[in-house]
């Protein structure tokens, strides 16, 4: 089965945020702008948005009154073609 997601823009993402030692600190996150913009082109990382709590809660509220639980909470088994 392909995958369905570019292994390198998860690399580049992960290798941002985490570390053998666990979660890095903020001035340890550096990612050069090519890998950056790598990564952002393939859907894995995006620009940094500041918004503030009061026009957000809003918007999550919205999206979250579409989301049934049902689909959600549906186990599906994995099957491996390997």
Known sequence: MPSVYDKE?????FDR???ANGWKKEAERITS???FEYAVARG???QPV???HDDVVPKVLCVASRIRPEPSATIR???DDN
């Open 50 to 52: 500041n918004q503030k």
């Open 9 to 13: 823009a998860v690399k580049i993402l």
């Open 17 to 19: 945020f985490w570390s």
């Open 33 to 35: 702008a090519e890998d």
């Open 77 to 79: 088994p994995r099957h």
């Open 44 to 46: 894995v990382m995006f």
